[in-house]
């Protein structure tokens, strides 16, 4: 339970009040009691100050006569949050040992400090760096390479020769470098094109729980650093993620397309194969990406909800959206109106 | 192999023919023998009595006259075919005792009657209920508590601290607990929220094979009584959802959005962060929910699939809508026509 | 490490160059060395060639004068390159034993050179024919049966009375055979219909990690022979896939949908239940389809990505196509044009 003045020595701000004063955790400035700590991260949320009983609130320097109490200020406070969300953390730690009923093969090599907990098999050939964390149930195939301080979540997958780099985590039942989707078409049916090449993924990389990267058939797939990929995610054979991109729950990239950096993929997003995404790309849920996309910005598809009736017939014209425009262009040419442009399409 | 008289009375229904008939199985209509029992839920598929053998039929009573044979008569024909399922159920039993090559840390807390299967885990500090059942590779986090006649099937993880209320069924690679996606960005790149807080799940529910239902930053995730969620849906960080309210496959709920009672949810809808939705609101396949929905009823959005190349005329033209507004205002200006209401837009 | 004249024997394909030249791995043509082959398999790439630095290329024999060097020469190029990277394969081998650390009930049959990885579980009445293997943390339900050279890879779950034919494979994380989401809705919530009927996967069935095809209620589930099943698939209870259909990434088909042979099913398309799809049908990526499909051909739905400002409009004026339709409608008929059919629309 620490001071106030040791949270601001430890997050490196300035702060006001009783640096004795102790806070005992972390919550939303609505439900913060007294001994706890909350945050305001946006102006438009500064009403919310009028009613809060938090013990300590993060703050803009700007915001400060809005708020009477403690204060921890920063001029980034939702990156001070998230700093201070790592002192309070209360995630279970690492025993820094390998379980008795864990199954490590011979010839496995461990850095120091490695955790292997029940469950667990780690396969002959692969490496695991210093304070790796490797969590009950999870595998580790023949070959893999696994960068210091990364964790490998309870179910997790990762197959042979899939390299994960430093201070990763591969959240629960996640599957690295299970094999890409290659079929030739045949008279005989689909033969499977086998998947030669493997996973490479950076450092400081998040892989979400019942996530997806598959390994490449010729050439690897490959997550840059920095990258964080939520739940349910599928990243296909061969495809690559810039540096810092963001991928949110269920979207799918298909094999082969290369995404920039510091993009923005929403919930849902699908994106054809082979394309070609710029850097600071950002893409809204359920967007349907069939062609790459050269200039940064923001772009979105798909339609809103409407009540069931009127999308019905929202969703009936839609596919008489052709007629309807050369319609509109015959319209034009009787009244001497618009260029006509249609009449050619 | 239960008789007739025995259905009827286990269901507590009326029934016609003799008690004696001994009945084997549950079929539907147009595969049942003679030795099998069946239902007619909807009036629209009475016609499929006409050639239908089998031994017994559950039955609307006002429907008594369509049908010659042995019958169970029940207002809610449907739910009394779901009840006698329940009594012709062929799942494996739970053996009600700890696997020896299962792993309990010490001072786990075990009801009566537990079960815990091969290769489990279960770690320090969890609580489960009376005769739960743990099953195979399936994880238990650390201080998780699971409530009484809770199942928690194969490859299931539940994480540390985590909460199960009694009757539940988790299914198999299901991931509760994960941390949710929460990251601030910063000139260094994406600064972890660590999530803090955790999920808490009521009674008697239901959470499909490899969903996901992810932990809090500072409030819990919620999915309260009588909730269903099938395959792979996600439930994202701080969402809550209402009582027996249904979720299809592959939706996905994004963070803090709080979803009512009794709404029903289609597969692959996809939900922003942050939404209200009202109590008994029923979502179409793949809606695209980007605001909240204030008031109960069907809604749905998206296109219908087309012949590939009338499909690529209808899109084109999607992109074009606004253009083709303005256009109808312009002839309507010019015809005197209309509220020309596009002028301004 | 082949020869030149071992693989043109071993693909039974005629070839041009040095019989004895070492080939000593495969590679995409703009990456190849002097010891790697590579292929062309479309015309479009043929000026690929022009910088290429294969030691041998496959090619169509019609291509024969476009490349100077070593060449294989098929007629199905694009296959040729499949059956050549089984030749290179390199996934790690079976070691034909069942580990110390697996967990085999009592009572489970097992084939020739069977292989079950550590942390796996066999449960009693599993039937596993000749060199099948359970990867490590697997898990195979009571009376499953598992077909001849069929693959279960870690951390899948196949579910009890499971059937699955030969020469299958079970991506790691797969789900075959959990409960179908089927429920009854009563005053008291929602009522379980017990899924009592099983899933039946044919011969040459590949499944996809993290993927699911859930138990029937009454009748199985079946997934037909040669049928390839990409990641994150849903398969609900009762559908049935047919003969050497394809289905992507993140695809869902809803209960009792009946898919015919040979179909390609994008990523992300969405299917209603109770639906029969004609043999032969392709549905784009994200397609929705919400009614049956009785022609072969190509289909899609869904809209484009747009920029962000771009789409807003697109999207608000979907909502209100009925009332520009009828609007054209009340032009066409000032004008004296057109059929106007709207009127009584």
């Known amino acids: 339970m620490p001071a106030l003045g040791e949270l601001a020595a430890a997050l490196e701000l300035e702060f006001r ?21 909350s945050f305001i991260s946006e102006k438009k949320h500064l009403p919310r100050l009028e009613k809060a009983a938090a013990g300590a609130v993060i703050l803009h320097p700007d915001w400060a006569d809005k708020w009477d109490g403690c204060a921890l200020f920063s001029t980034t406070p939702y990156i ?24 490590v093969a011979e010839g496995v090599r461990l850095g120091e400090g490695v955790t292997v907990d029940p469950r667990a098999c780690i396969e002959a050939g692969a490496v695991l760096g210093d304070r790796v964390w490797i969590g009950a149930g999870a595998y580790v195939g023949h ?12 179910g997790a997958v990762i197959c042979h020769a899939v390299r994960i780099g430093a201070r990763c985590t591969i959240h629960p039942n996640a599957t690295i470098g299970a094999d ?8 005989d049916g689909w033969v ?60 799918g990239i298909s094999g082969s397309t290369a995404i920039g950096a510091r993009c923005v993929i929403a919930g849902q997003v699908g994106m054809a194969g082979h394309l070609v995404i710029a850097d600071d790309v950002h893409i809204g849920g359920q967007g349907r990406v ?20 009127s999308w019905l017939r929202s969703a009936s014209r839609f596919t008489q959206l052709d007629q309807m425009a050369r319609r509109i262009a015959q319209l ?14």
Do not use: C, W
């Open 180 to 187: 890409g989707f290659g079929y030739a078409a045949s008279a």
């Open 290 to 309: 069939a062609s790459s996309v050269t200039e940064p910005g923001h772009y979105s598809s798909g339609t809103p909800i409407q009540p069931l009736r």
């Open 332 to 345: 034009e040419k009787a009244a001497g109106l618009g260029e006509q442009e249609e009449e050619s399409a």
């Open 80 to 103: 001070a949050y998230a700093r201070a969300t790592h002192l309070f953390d209360n995630h279970p730690r690492p025993s820094g040992r390998i379980h008795a009923q864990a199954t």
């Open 143 to 154: 070959g893999a390479q696994i960068g210091d301080d990364t964790v490998v979540k309870p």
């Open 192 to 251: 499977k094109i086998e998947q030669l090449a493997t996973v490479v993924i950076g450092d400081d990389v998040e892989i979400g729980a019942l996530s997806a990267v598959d390994r490449g058939a010729l050439d690897d797939t490959i997550i840059e650093d920095g990258v964080i990929i939520d739940n349910m995610v599928q990243i296909g054979h061969g495809a690559r993620v810039g540096q810092r991109t963001a991928i949110a729950s269920q979207a």
């Open 17 to 37: 009040g009783d640096p004795e004063r102790q806070i005992e955790a972390l919550a939303s400035i609505d439900s913060a009691t007294q001994d706890q700590l």
